[in-house]
């Protein structure tokens, strides 16, 4: 069978397969048109607009209010399954010289306004308060796919402790580059990804005194060298002998802390070694990595393999404005964390299928052209939304629309925080 059916096919026994973890509930039992897999189907579907547009046009015939009904039938964790099974069942091969690459970042999604709820956050800078899911997730930069994800509620959002949490529950087979900003820089996490097998790590970490006490000694040059040092959480007169770097740990641990100095997860003491790679940016400003990768990885390697994660910043924009999960179809945070999981299904399909698309190159011409991956996922969610569409057809019209691909196109980050936009006009769930 070929690559693009063998793709479509683990999506429909992924949903299948999640779909026998829904809340058995009378009535589901009912002949109705919106059975559990057409529920799954119609959210990892869905787009930004009316929902009773998106049902119009995927041929069910119920009323919005009778989907948000069904929703709450069904807790998030089964658009977690799908999300899960799909991963397993298709294999990514995209490398690195051998190395799979993961990007860790973070990101906010907004939710309609509810002082009651897990989600709202409320402090000097925003008095009124707002509603925020933040999403953590391991992404593949090379196959451009979502590996794995955690959700947590914006107060209690903890970016080390899920990337922490993402590691010890998968299960690397093949060697592995976690790269990740400077929002991850930990000795806790660094003692994570070492005593991971087949993972190495790429960390961004701060090169003033406010960073770690060993790279805060080092010159402000390019420079590419090894440090050694203990950690530990006692201060016994052995411990400041040796010089160790000793750890304000409390007895009871805090799973919400986000300060480096907050938690420790490994024995006292505990001896650490590792690369610290410092180059120089086209701006002038120096840029400083922590990594446990080999020596035959250059200074210009990892400076290549450090500028390969701004993807995942891409990404982002895309799984927001692309897939359009700024526009979501539910108020609660529940019914938020289903469309943030479909949503990654989603891109996931999209992304796979476009690696089969064949995009014819001009003869001449300045540029070389790529799938245009805003087109390719409407194409593919009316594709999912559709049980009986073909999937040459799918192919075909993706490769139709085309973009050229421009190189060092650059542009000021418009950093501002972003409210959520009013959906009167879609549905109140």
Not at 21 to 31: A, G, I, M, N
Not at 45 to 69: C, F, P, R, W, Y
Not at 106 to 132: C, D, W, Y
Not at 302 to 322: A, G, P, Q
């Amino acid at each position: 069978m070929k690559k693009p059916y063998l793709i479509v096919s683990s999506l429909k026994r992924a949903i299948s397969r999640a779909a026998e973890k829904c809340v058995k509930d009378k009535s589901f039992s009912r002949k109705s048109p919106l059975t559990k897999e057409a529920l799954i189907r119609l959210l990892i579907g869905a787009e930004g607009g009316s929902l009773d547009k998106i049902l119009h046009a995927a041929g069910i015939n119920v009323t919005a209010s009778a989907v948000s009904q069904r929703r709450a039938q069904v807790a998030p964790e089964v658009f977690r399954a799908v999300f899960d099974y799909f991963n397993a069942d298709c294999l990514d091969d995209d490398f690195f010289r051998g190395y799979r690459l993961l990007a860790a970042d973070g990101t906010t999604v907004n939710l309609p306004r509810n002082p009651k709820a897990p989600s709202f956050v409320q402090n000097a800078g925003i008095p009124k308060g707002v509603n925020q899911l933040h999403l953590t997730p391991l992404y593949d930069i090379l196959s451009r796919t979502f590996v794995d994800a955690i959700i947590q509620p914006e107060p209690k959002k903890d970016e080390i402790g899920a990337l922490a949490e993402m590691l010890k529950r998968n299960t690397f087979s093949q060697k592995t580059i976690i790269i990740a900003d400077r929002a991850f820089e930990g000795y806790n996490l660094i003692a994570h990804c070492l005593e991971k097998p087949n993972v190495d790590f790429l960390i961004r970490v701060k090169s003033s005194r406010s960073g770690m006490r060993e790279v805060a000694k080092l010159p402000m040059l390019e420079l590419d060298c090894t440090i050694s040092f203990t950690i530990t959480t006692t201060q016994t007169n052995e411990d400041k002998k040796h010089g160790y770097i000793h750890l304000q740990v409390p007895k009871k641990s805090k799973a919400g802390s986000k300060t480096r100095r907050g938690r420790w997860d490994f024995p006292s003491p505990y001896p650490m070694r590792f690369r610290i790679c410092r180059f120089q940016l086209n701006n002038g400003e120096f840029e400083t990595v922590a990594t446990s990768l080999p020596p035959s990885f250059t200074l210009a390697d990892i400076r290549e393999l450090y500028s390969l994660r701004w993807s995942v910043e891409t990404c982002f924009r895309d799984l927001k404005y692309t897939l359009g999960l700024v526009n979501l179809h539910g108020k609660s945070d529940a019914f938020a964390a289903q469309e943030i999981y479909a949503n990654l299904t989603a891109f996931n399909f999209a992304s796979r299928i476009c690696r089969e698309a064949i995009v014819r190159q001009p003869k001449e011409g300045v540029y070389a052209y790529k799938v245009n991956f805003k087109m390719a996922v409407a194409l593919c969610r009316e594709f999912i939304r559709t049980p009986k569409a073909d999937v040459d057809k799918l192919l075909n019209d993706i490769a139709r629309y085309t973009v050229p691909i421009r190189p060092g196109r650059q542009d000021q980050r418009d950093l501002r925080v972003k409210g959520f936009p009013g959906f009167v006009y879609r549905v109140a769930a």
